[in-house]
T-cell receptor, first 114, second 114 residues
């Protein structure tokens, strides 16, 4: 079974600075997708960014980018120019190419200091 | 667009009571999911339905049953609620359950079992 590990329960960043959220996963599959979801206090789950395992190029969405290290099974999220609205819980997730299941990590709470 | 609608938003039950959480999506999605979210545990898959007429167990199915009533609706039933089922429950859907698809989430149901 696949596992997703987010070892840091909390992080803090100064507004306008850059922060990196860590995620590792364990799998024997070669076909999969990785996701980062954001959950603000409203509880809404929002897709931030996704990465296909076959693509070597790191995905980027505006201020959000990933550092995908396939051999190391690492998938970190970098948030540049942090804003107060970035404060939320962030979940790393793995989706197998073999089935529909999306497996989440335990999440990390990000706070942004003004 | 309504997206994924869950009812109720909040519920308090006594141990042993039963209840059904309702979920409906209006995006013509084939795949639907039920997750529970507990502090420090992330989101864990309870059941999912890859398409109308099919359901499969996820990571934590014990104590729950599901019904894929039609393409739009996917309900979760607690036959005899236990305090361990106190959690936030999320329904989600995706178009075809393909690996690269994002999940659309409802706003969650906060359930307390006393």
């Amino acid at each position: 079974a696949q596992t997703v590990t987010q070892s840091q329960p909390e992080m803090s960043v100064q507004e306008a600075e850059t922060v990196t959220l860590s995620c590792t996963y364990d799998t024997s599959e070669s076909d999969y997708y990785l996701f980062w979801y954001k959950q603000p206090p409203s509880r809404q789950m929002i897709l931030v960014i996704r990465q296909e395992a076959y693509k070597q190029q790191n995905a980027t969405e505006n201020r959000f980018s990933v550092n995908f290290q396939k051999a190391a099974k690492s998938f970190s999220l970098k948030i540049s120019d942090s804003q107060l609205g970035d404060a939320a819980m962030y979940f790393c997730a793995y989706r197998s190419g073999a089935n529909s299941k999306l497996t989440f990590g335990k999440g990390i709470t990000l706070s942004v200091r003004p | 667009n309504a997206g994924v609608t869950q009812t109720p938003k909040f519920q308090v039950l006594k141990t042993g009571q039963s209840m059904t959480l309702q979920c409906a999506q209006d995006m013509n999605h084939n795949s639907m999911y039920w997750y529970r979210q507990d502090p420090g545990m992330g989101l864990r898959l309870i059941y999912y339905s890859a398409s109308e007429g099919t359901t499969d167990k996820g990571e934590v199915p014990n104590g729950y049953n599901v019904s894929r009533l039609n393409k739009r609706e996917f309900s979760l039933r607690l036959e005899s609620a236990a305090p361990s089922q106190t959690s936030v429950y999320f329904c989600a859907s995706s178009y075809n359950g393909q690996t690269n698809e994002k999940l659309f989430f409802g706003s969650g149901t906060q359930l307390s079992v006393l």
